[in-house]
Every structure is written in structure tokens, then in C-alpha cells.
């Protein structure tokens, strides 16, 4: 759990890395463990100066890896830490704070899933360290792993598409501690029908979810499928996707009857796909699961027992003022289309300033969790909320009456960068279980 953890940091807390310490900010992260939620909370955040964590990322034929992820994570807390990539000579300098550290890196994806092409190279996390002052780690040598590959086609019958995008992610046999996700392209930016990620011998699991479109743009109607594979070597497994499913769609207000922006996940309550978030629906103006201009519909699920989980992103972009927050519902899918007229719970405005050591305003995202996911769902990144600075430094969002665990990350953090739902599409890749 705890390397997974990491992950999620990774995406949230990537500096520039590769700069002399001389010319690079020390400015690290925060965080803050146990932070309890009743009320309206003002909270100013000061970001401290760290400690450089530095090192050089190599292949196992002792070539440099560019682009590489790393990221320095907390051993003693369990969570945060700040991240960054390696330059072109696979050099990485990554301010942190004091105390116990776990280095994790990971390869960046290849140009391509074509198995002649693709990286072989597998992450690692180093050793325990202690850090209390510049701490070189010296070379991390990645090792190489089996190719995992494949076509992921859209279900029989299907006819010509004019977008078809598949999604993989490759977990153990018994737990949803995320292994990789496995990189998907294909003939043209529209039809991605190829995936490949590089894995240590073992048996996994993989959870394939799709969307699609024929030339009319009407949606295919697609089901998530789980698929049980053992690599021991070079491995080539095609998948192709089963059909079926019944529409979801709906609207999403706050309680003052505002359209929310969004995303809703939905996650079995039962069956083979208990707990994985087995479609995640952009909420776009407060609508969701259907394209608008053309009346077509692009959710669908299986009949059945499920727990709903709106996360509004409105905060993150500075561009939401009300009190939504995250929000559950229960959905008991029919044999048939459903729609919702969903509303968000309020929530405790939470707001604030950050600025670094010097007291100079600092642009940052906010990110608080909660320890435990609703219905013990095993997928922690469901629970975030996000918020960026604005120009000022800024921040404002709204949570549930809870405990939590509060993180700021330096002005170079991507989160206020990326659209609302990559950002947490990418927390919920990185997510893992107890």
C-alpha cells in the first residue's frame, strides 16, 4: 500500500528536477496528519525549505532514463513527500523534509505500446533513508521486466468506430494495490487498440473499460471485463470487449440548485468488480453520462447494487464559490436506462493562504483525504479534494465534517495545470488499497 500511496503524491507533486541546487528552490512540501473538520476552518499554510535529495536514474545497460518519475516519500508519516523527473543525463534533485524517506522511481511511458518498441525497464523503490542534510543516493538502476501486449477491440458487431479508447489497469491476484497501467495507442488519435506495460514475472489481473462511438456518433454500449494473466515471459494477451449495459445519466446540483462540475464514480457494491470504480462520468455543466449537443448517451452500467461518489472540481479551477463537497449516493441499477437528479451535500468552507518560508505568496495544491473510503472501498483516491491557489495565493474548498489529512505542494506542482478531471482521473489511477 505504502509505494501505491506514493503514486498518488507522484502526480500531484512533480517538480522540475534536474537543476543545480544552487539555482533550484528549496521550497518543499507540507503536510499536516489529523486534521479535524467541523466547521469553517481558516487555515494559512506555510511551505518550509527542504533538504535536496539528489541521484542519477540508469537502465540496466547503464544508459541514462530521461523523464523518469521520482518521487521522495515519508516513511514515518505514511504519506506525503515531493517528487520531480530526471533531466536528459537521468540526474534528479528533489527538496524534501527531514526524516525517514522512501524513494520510488518510475520509467516513463515509451513512444509507443508496440512490444518491438517498448520499454522494458520496471519501477523501484529504494531502501529506507534517513535525510538530514543533502543526501546523494547515488545511481538507482532500474532493472528490465517482461512485455505484457496486446489489441483491445471493441465488442463483435460493432461495426466501424470513429473513436474507440480503452483503458487497462493491471492489479495482483488478491488485492487492488495498483501494479502499472499499461499504455494504450493505436493506428490513429482516435482508435487506441494497442496496450503493453512492462511487469515482473507473476499472475495478474486486468481491468479493461472502454468507450466508444460509431461514424453517426451514437455511443457502443460497452461493459468493463477482468482478465487473469501469468507472465513469465514476453506475454501477448488480446482482449476483446463485451457489449451490454444499461444508460445512466442525470444532473448534479449543489443544494442551492446550482450545475456542478465533476465527476462521478461508480463502484460495485457486489460481484466480480466490487470496489473498482468501473465507470468514472464527467459532470459537465450538471449533466452527466450524455453529449449534450448530440442527445447521446455515454454511460452505461450493469444492473445491480452501487455506490455513487460525486467529487466536485470546480475548487481546484478557482471557479466554484458554493459548498459542495464530496458527496455519496446508493444506486440500485434496473434492467433498463435510469436517470438522477443528483444533489451535492454542503460542505465546511476551508480557506486560506500559502506562502513559502519567506513569507513570498506561494501558487500550490491543496489536497486533504480521508483515511477510510466510504463502504471500506479499497480505492483511496476517490476520497480527495482538491484545491489550487489562485494569483494571490488563495485557496478555498469545501469538506465534510471529518478528519483528514491536509498536503500543500510548492507553485510548480502540475495539479494547477491539469484539467479538473485529469487530475482526478490520474489520483484514482494511483490509488490503491489497505
Not at 506514493?6 to 500531484?12: E, G, H, N, R, Y
Not at 476552518?41 to 530521461?66: E, M, R
Not at 545511481?139 to 480503452?166: C, E, K, Q, W, Y
Amino acid at each position: 500500500m505504502r509505494e501505491s500511496l506514493f503514486a498518488i503524491f507522484t502526480v500531484l507533486a512533480v517538480v522540475a528536477a534536474g537543476a543545480s541546487e544552487a539555482a533550484q528552490s528549496r521550497t518543499t512540501e507540507y503536510h499536516k496528519k489529523s486534521l479535524k473538520i467541523t466547521k469553517e476552518t481558516p487555515l494559512n499554510i506555510k511551505l518550509p525549505d527542504g533538504l535536496f535529495v539528489t541521484g542519477t536514474v540508469k537502465g540496466p545497460n547503464g544508459a541514462a532514463v530521461k523523464d523518469a518519475a521520482v518521487f521522495v516519500g515519508n516513511a514515518t508519516e505514511g504519506f506525503g513527500g515531493l517528487g520531480g523527473v530526471t533531466n536528459a543525463a537521468g540526474g534528479f534533485s528533489i527538496p524534501v523534509q527531514p526524516g525517514r524517506k522512501l524513494v520510488t522511481v518510475t520509467p516513463p511511458s515509451g513512444p509507443s505500446p508496440s512490444p518491438a518498441s517498448f520499454s522494458r525497464l520496471l519501477p523501484k523503490t529504494l531502501g529506507e533513508l534517513t535525510v538530514s542534510g543533502d543526501t546523494a543516493v547515488g545511481v538507482v538502476s532500474l532493472a528490465n521486466g517482461f512485455i505484457l501486449s496486446g489489441r483491445i477491440d471493441p465488442p463483435a458487431g460493432s461495426g466501424t468506430l470513429l473513436m474507440f479508447s480503452p483503458f487497462m489497469e493491471i492489479f495482483p491476484v488478491k488485492s487492488l494495490a495498483l501494479v502499472r497501467v499499461a499504455q494504450v495507442s493505436g493506428t490513429n488519435p482516435l482508435i487506441s487498440n494497442l496496450y503493453a506495460a512492462a511487469l515482473p514475472a507473476g499472475t495478474y489481473r486486468l481491468l479493461t473499460r472502454a468507450t466508444g462511438s460509431n461514424m453517426l456518433g451514437q455511443s457502443v454500449q460497452m461493459l468493463p471485463r477482468v482478465d487473469k494473466v501469468k507472465v513469465t515471459k514476453d506475454t501477448v494477451k488480446n482482449i476483446v470487449m463485451p457489449s451490454g449495459g444499461y444508460s445512466l445519466s442525470g444532473t448534479v446540483k449543489d443544494a442551492a440548485g446550482k450545475a456542478l462540475d465533476g465527476a462521478l464514480y461508480a463502484i460495485p457494491k457486489s460481484g466480480a468488480l466490487k470496489g473498482w470504480d468501473i465507470q468514472a462520468m464527467p459532470v459537465v455543466k450538471g449533466s452527466f453520462g450524455i453529449i449534450p449537443v448530440l442527445n447521446v448517451k455515454n454511460a452505461f452500467l450493469p444492473a445491480g447494487p452501487y455506490l455513487l461518489l460525486f467529487v466536485p472540481t470546480g475548487h481546484l479551477m478557482n471557479t466554484y464559490t458554493g459548498k459542495a463537497t464530496v458527496t455519496s449516493y446508493d444506486l440500485t441499477m434496473p434492467a433498463a436506462a435510469k436517470t438522477l437528479a443528483l444533489v451535492a451535500k454542503n460542505g465546511f468552507v476551508v480557506s486560506g493562504k500559502v506562502t513559502d518560508a519567506r513569507g513570498k505568496t506561494a501558487k500550490a495544491a491543496i489536497v486533504a483525504f480521508k483515511p477510510m473510503a466510504p463502504l471500506n472501498v479499497d480505492m483511496l483516491g476517490l476520497n480527495f479534494m482538491l484545491a489550487a491557489t489562485n494569483a494571490k495565493g488563495i485557496f478555498r474548498f469545501c469538506l465534510p465534517a471529518d478528519t483528514f489529512n491536509l498536503y500543500a505542494f510548492p507553485s510548480t506542482t502540475p495539479a494547477t495545470a491539469l484539467k479538473p478531471d485529469e487530475v482526478f482521473r490520474r489520483l484514482i489511477l494511483s490509488a490503491t488499497g489497505e
